[in-house]
């Protein structure tokens, strides 16, 4: 269990500042009739619009009868013709939607009016970034103008903000989808609902964007409403499904002139108290006894504390240094549960540390190079990120102490650690294509080892709806066998080996439009090639994948879209000897409420398995696998979302049993086929508006062919609790079990498992955490950004 209380400046969904020393009704009673209605024109039938400069920064409650009122309502640039992306492409929005965009010295201003019934509207006043299956609606910002990223600043009609970096990448490319989430700033939202529906305000200072230094500016903007119970996404300029990508669709923002992004240095000092009763198992298990037991030993600590430092700093207004010293990643959420029972090749958990997530996509490539998780426990690092010209960079340096903290007290490396770096740089060319270079370089002096990677890569829009990416590097890797058993090169292609050294491509080509979907996708990894900081899962395989749908999409009903899909690969190593083969159709529906239905009657898959895989194997072994399944969810309500899926079908058991002397279970002392089972379902409820409980249950069960005898049942229980006391408290609580139910029983001599090595086990974990966020706010001719504590 753990416990922790935070006092942090993590930017959040804040109430607007208070008004001018004058009220707005003084204000009013003091504007001339003949106050200027609006100083641009409505940007209605064509995608520019001219933002104008107002005399002072507007108000909710200039816009709470759904029209402007007041001096700077009135002189706001208006935004009205909305067009749907989905459910109807290029139809009008079904809501009537107006958006007043103005700017002053200090921040940029997007009010948004949206019409609707409000007892329809979906709202919760949840913690920040926390609000999916809300209305929402969304500026995007290319401040750049490039076509390629873009700040994305989103509230819900409670005021509560999701804020993000949208970067313009293929399918293929895409690891966390195109929004870099970890990106968090200051800005200022309000919302409410009204009875005609509801109004978001919205205020972003200039500070707390980049953009080129010069004295007239020329920015991309999209803007967004989303109704979640119609799945509509309605854009100003339109956002055609028929094309791939927003920003190449965007609207041009001028208007914007004398305005800085000035230059920022943020320091956070932080400080830390906790206490810990864990399990050390370090110890290897070749030098303890033979029981389990015996290897189990506890650190403890009743009370103790650390602290550090995060410091950043703005230069020549478009790059990023950030720096860190004894990081605090003990606020960072625990992952979602995932099943990692009888998996082949590693999981993928995303990594939610602030620090290695935030602009991550400036190392992004179409083959996975940079898995930051593979850094465990830094003490230190340092970031350069920006962009200047058509150059987009990004350096990054890091240590980890983790390879000697795994490893036991008595061992050469104990308290060592490793190093990694990795640079990147790319370059725009054409209207929305780019191509670049990246070294990542990863250094372990006390074990004799390295790895190097390097190569180029690009990315290119032929079409507006075709798009490719081509990705060609190389590694040289040495690893000191005399240490290898404790560090990431171990076994697989090094064992045994010193020296290795490999390639990796990567060709991928995307085609969408409105009713099609195709990707095709080609990899090409050689035995030797390896990457340390990536996220490579196997090695020695030419593969093909292909991902073809189509998308019928009815006028009327309540079906949005249903259709066919066949995804399929097809994998050989290096010698040309078939490795496997998947074939998966697909039967999807999209309702409206969020309601999706996917069909899978029947998976075809054909796995071969060789000695060099499983060394028990005498030879290789080919199966033949299939699943069916079917997975359902839905908001009926916009306090209830439910899901579940349920699949079943063969596969192979990897987590075979050990018992090879026993002629009855000798068959099972090797990777053997197998029937599964496999289930799943969430609920999330919001009994009231402030608080959101997340629950998750998570199934899987393997059983022989012959007998139907268990090999194993996995469970997972997990459930979350939100409750948002205010804008600045919060409290979340975890509760999570999860237990590996086998036919080995604690005390059975590991050699007597019969059909699983996995023993019996069951855990149970608490998270408590008490979050109050703390904001500063300057004050100066009482706009936001200037002196009150809120």
């Excluded at 041009?252 to 009763?277: D, E, M, V």
Aim: hydrophobic content about 35%; charged content about 20%.
């Amino acid at each position: 269990m753990v416990v922790a209380v935070f006092l942090s400046a993590v930017p959040a969904a804040l109430p607007q500042v208070p008004s001018p020393a004058a009220s707005e009704s003084q204000r009013q009673s003091e504007t001339p009739a003949s106050a200027p209605q609006r100083l641009a024109v409505d940007a209605n039938h064509d995608d520019n619009l001219v933002i104008p400069r107002l005399p002072h920064g507007p108000t909710l409650d200039d816009f709470l009868s759904m029209k402007p009122a007041g001096e700077a309502a009135l002189a706001m640039a208006k935004v009205a013709r909305f067009l749907q992306r989905e459910p109807h492409d290029g139809e009008p929005v079904s809501e009537s939607t107006e958006v007043y965009l103005g700017y002053d010295d200090k921040n940029l201003y997007a009010v948004f009016v949206c019409h609707d019934d409000p007892a329809k509207v979906r709202a919760h006043e949840t913690r920040r970034e926390d609000f999916e299956g809300d209305d929402a609606v969304e500026i995007m910002l290319d401040t750049f103008h490039d076509r390629r990223r873009a700040y994305v600043f989103e509230v819900n009609p409670k005021g509560v903000q999701f804020d993000a970096i949208w970067t313009e990448a293929s399918y293929a490319e895409q690891t966390n989808g195109n929004f870099d989430v970890s990106f968090d700033t200051l800005w200022y939202s309000r919302g409410k609902i009204t009875s005609q529906g509801y109004v978001a305000w919205i205020a972003i200072p200039f500070r707390s964007l980049r953009f080129p230094a010069s004295q007239d500016q020329t920015w991309g903007v999209v803007l967004l409403r989303e109704i979640t119970r119609e799945n509509e996404k309605a854009f100003w300029p339109r956002v055609s499904i028929n094309q791939e990508g927003r920003l190449g669709q965007a609207g041009t923002a001028k208007g914007l002139n004398g305005i800085s992004p000035g230059r920022n240095i943020q320091l956070i000092p932080y400080g830390l108290l906790n206490s810990f009763h864990s399990v050390d198992d370090r110890r290897p298990y070749a030098t303890c006894s033979a029981s389990i037991d015996g290897c189990a030993r506890f650190q403890n600590r009743d009370v103790g504390g650390t602290f550090g430092l995060d410091g950043k700093m703005i230069l020549n207004d478009s790059l990023v240094l950030d720096a860190t010293a004894n990081p605090d990643f003990s606020q960072v959420e625990s992952d979602e549960p995932q099943v990692t029972v009888n998996q082949r090749y590693r999981v993928y958990f995303p990594e939610k540390r602030p620090f290695f997530i935030e602009n991550a996509d400036y190392f992004r490539t179409p083959i996975d190079l940079f898995f930051t998780r593979n850094i465990v426990d830094p003490s230190g690092g340092i970031r350069l990120t920006g962009k200047a010209g058509p150059y987009s960079m990004g350096i990054l340096s890091s240590d980890d102490r983790a390879p000697g903290l795994t490893v036991s007290t008595d061992d050469a490396l104990f308290k060592t650690r490793d190093y990694i770096t990795i640079a990147r740089v790319a370059r725009d060319v054409f209207k929305q294509s780019s191509i670049g270079a990246i070294y990542t370089d990863w250094e372990y002096p006390a074990a004799n080892s390295f790895n190097r990677v390097g190569g180029i890569d690009s990315r290119l829009k032929f079409l507006p709806k075709l798009t490719g990416t081509l990705q060609g590097v190389a590694s040289s890797t040495h690893c000191d066998p005399s240490f290898s058993s404790y560090f990431a090169c171990s076994g697989g292609n090094f064992s045994g080996l010193a020296y290795k050294f490999g390639t990796a491509y990567k060709a991928a080509l995307l085609y969408t439009d409105r009713h099609w979907f195709h990707q095709s996708t080609y990899n090409d990894v050689s035995p030797g090639f390896f990457s340390q900081p990536g996220f490579v899962t196997r090695v020695d395989l030419r593969e093909y994948r292909y991902d073809t749908s189509y998308s019928f999409r009815p006028k009327n009903g309540p079906v949005v879209s249903w259709g066919p899909e066949v995804y399929g690969h097809f994998t050989w190593d290096h010698t040309g000897l078939r490795l496997d083969t998947d074939y998966i159709p697909t039967l999807s529906a999209v309702l409206k409420k969020q309601t999706r239905i996917f069909v899978t009657p029947y998976e075809e898959y054909r796995e071969r398995l060789r000695p060099k895989d499983f060394p028990v194997l005498t030879q290789d072994a080919d199966f033949h696998e299939h699943a069916s399944g079917i997975a359902v969810s839905s908001s009926p309500l916009s306090q209830l979302t439910l899901g579940a899926q349920y699949y079943w079908g063969d596969a192979a058991n990897f987590v075979y049993g050990l018992n090879s002397k026993d002629p009855q279970f000798a068959r099972y002392a090797m990777p053997y086929l197998a029937r599964f089972d496999q289930a799943g379902a969430i609920a999330t409820i919001h009994p009231f508006t402030q608080l959101k409980i997340d629950n998750t249950y998570l199934f899987i069960r393997l059983r022989t062919r012959e007998t139907n005898a268990n090999i194993f049942n996995n469970h997972i229980i997990r459930s979350k609790w939100n409750w948002q006391l205010n804008r600045e408290l919060s409290l979340r609580v975890i509760l999570q079990y999860s237990a590996n139910l086998t036919r080995n029983k604690p005390g059975d001599p590991a050699n007597t498992y019969p059909l699983t090595f996995l023993p019996t086990t069951k855990n149970f974990n608490t998270d408590f955490l008490i979050t109050y966020g703390v904001r500063w706010l300057q004050q100066q001719s009482a706009e936001p950004g200037s002196g009150a504590w809120d």
